[in-house]
């Protein structure tokens, strides 16, 4: 990718971050470890290593954030299962990486792709 495109990508990212509520930024973060997983993937599958070592530390990162922004007290029982999805998401990139197997990294997009789509569908029901 071109430098100038970084560049506003980054800049469109720092944007849509600072104008989104907490329901929306944790759109922002799934959408960016879905990213983050595809880079991942093409990275073990053209032996990259310095992309995939970024992009697997991204990936982590994100699935950390996620886990922080969990609240027991009003998440309950949801909270709990998502810790426990995020936790296993963790092990799972691990995993993948450590086997270079792109199939367990493509499982755990779909995984990610999931829980997207039920949390835009939580967005459109509260909007409606």
């Keep these: 990718m071109y430098a100038p495109q970084k560049r506003y ?10 104008a989104a509520g ?8 799934y959408e960016e470890l879905i990213r983050a997983l595809d880079v991942c993937r093409a990275a073990v ?7 995939l070592r970024a992009s697997s530390d991204r990936a ?10 969990l609240d027991d007290e009003r998440g309950g029982a949801l909270a ?29 997009r779909r995984g990610v792709g999931d829980l997207l789509g039920a949390w835009s569908q939580i967005s459109l029901r509260q909007a409606a």
């Excluded at 907490?22 to 973060?29: G, S």
Aim: net charge negative; proline share 5%.
């Design 9 to 18: 990508q980054s800049l469109s990212l720092t944007s849509r971050i600072e």
């Design 22 to 29: 907490p329901h929306e930024l944790v759109t922002i973060l």
């Design 80 to 108: 709990a299962q998502l810790s426990t999805i995020y936790a296993s998401m963790q092990k799972e990139l691990r995993m993948a990486l450590q086997d270079g197997e792109p199939q367990r990294l493509e499982a755990i």
């Design 45 to 51: 599958t053209h032996a990259k290593p310095d992309a």
């Design 60 to 69: 982590s990162s994100i699935l950390v954030a996620l886990a922080g922004s």
